[in-house]
Every structure is written in C-alpha cells, then in structure tokens.
C-alpha cells in the first residue's frame, strides 16, 4: 500500500516556479517528509526534508500543511537541469526511505 | 565534498555467478542502506546497517547477503545470479538513521548486467 501519492508527472516552463504535491495522509507525528529527486538513472539525489515546519535551502522549499497530511515542494526557477522524478517520501517505522512512483518533472524550454 | 562510492560501476556476470558490489559511504557516516532500480521501475530498498548491525530489511532475496564491516564500508554479496537480478544496485549512507532527522546520500550506483 503507498505511503505517498503524488501525481504520475507535470510540466513546467523554464524559468517558472515548479510546484510539487505530495498527500501523505497516515504521516505519523515524528515521521520527516524527504524529497528526492533521481535524474535519468543517477544516483537519487536529496533536496530537502521536514518535520513540521516549512524549509528552505539553496534547491528548494518544503511547505507541510499543518495538519501534515500533504506538502508542496517548491523549485523557484525551474531549470532544464531540474527536469527529473522527484519523490516524496516518509521516514517510517524502519530504518529506510521507502520510494513510491513519484512524479516525473519536465521543465520545458 | 566526499561523496558515497560504489565500485565497480558496471558489471557483467553469467547467470548462476556470483558478484559482490561494495560501497564506501561517506566519511563519518555509520549507516548505509542498500536499494535494488530495475529497468523503469522506482528504488526498492534490499537493506540498511547501522553501526555495522543489520537494522532492517526489505526484498532482499535469500539468494543475496550483505554486511557492514568495521570501517563501515558495505558489501552486497549476490549468488546464483538470475536475469532478473540484472539492475541498478544504490548504496546510501547518512549520520544515524533516518528516522532521526538526518539526510541520506546515495552513490551512483553499480549497473549489474546478468546474461
């Protein structure tokens, strides 16, 4: 059973805000929201993560709802470069990062 | 900045071979997680260590072993090696676990070619 869902994929032109939705309604209180993102069979990369509060760092922005059932995760200026599959994912009971589907970015010209 | 190394970076072996896969994660990190991407398929988690323990498991075949040695560098060891084994196998590393507010890395993988 997904832990996450998060739409299957978006476009975004170039130079524009790409914002990312993910639902992740059974969130328990002290799980973190990851996001990752993978880039044509590299390495997952990490872009940022949550408990509560909303983050920024020099990549992104995470926004969490303050009932933490769903979060945004925001990429100012879309850039060729960040066209990906970004995941969404939640810190469970195990010890690991469980990957869902995620949503496949393409930043257009 | 130092960043997880996975060696070697592509492999080929015959079915029922057997291939060891080794990860060196980043310095001062004590936890390594390791993560099987078939063709067009999303990271599976196989197994994660931690201070050179086994912390979890996932879909790790029978077939497959893995340990985590003193310097916490990590070998996924894979016997009677079958086609659908072939796959992109990730290591990660962090500082803890995850669930304590810490950032995995990963490498870039090995690409396990079985023919």
């Known amino acids: 059973d997904a832990k996450t869902t998060q739409p299957p994929s978006m476009d975004c032109a170039e130079g524009r805000a790409a914002n990312l939705p993910c639902n992740h309604s059974t969130i328990s209180g002290n799980e973190y929201v990851y996001w990752y993102r993978q880039i044509h069979s590299q390495g997952p990369q990490y872009i940022i993560h949550g408990l509560k509060n909303n983050e920024t760092n020099e990549m992104a922005s995470l926004i969490i709802t303050e009932d933490r059932k769903s979060s945004t995760l925001i990429l100012p200026h879309a850039t060729l470069r960040d066209t990906a599959v970004y995941y969404c994912?939640?810190?469970?009971?195990?010890?690991?990062?469980?990957f869902g589907t995620g949503t496949r970015l393409t930043v257009i010209p | 900045a130092a960043g997880v190394i996975q060696s070697p970076r592509h492999l080929i072996k015959e079915k029922r071979e057997t291939a060891t896969l080794k990860c060196y994660p980043i310095?001062?990190?004590?936890?390594v997680y390791w993560y099987q991407q078939g063709p067009g398929q999303d990271p599976q988690f196989l197994i994660s260590f931690y201070e050179k323990m086994q912390s979890d498991k996932g879909s790790i075949p029978d077939r497959f072993s893995a340990q985590q040695f003193s310097d916490y560098h990590s070998e996924l060891n894979m016997s009677s090696l079958e086609l659908g084994d072939s796959a992109l196998y990730f290591c990660?590393?962090?500082?803890?676990?995850?669930?304590?507010?810490?950032?995995?890395?990963f490498g870039q993988g090995t690409r396990l070619t079985v023919v």
């Open positions: 310095p001062r990190h004590d936890t």
């Open positions: 994912i939640i810190s469970f009971w195990a010890n690991n990062l469980f």
């Open positions: 990660a590393s962090s500082l803890g676990d995850v669930r304590a507010n810490t950032e995995a890395f």
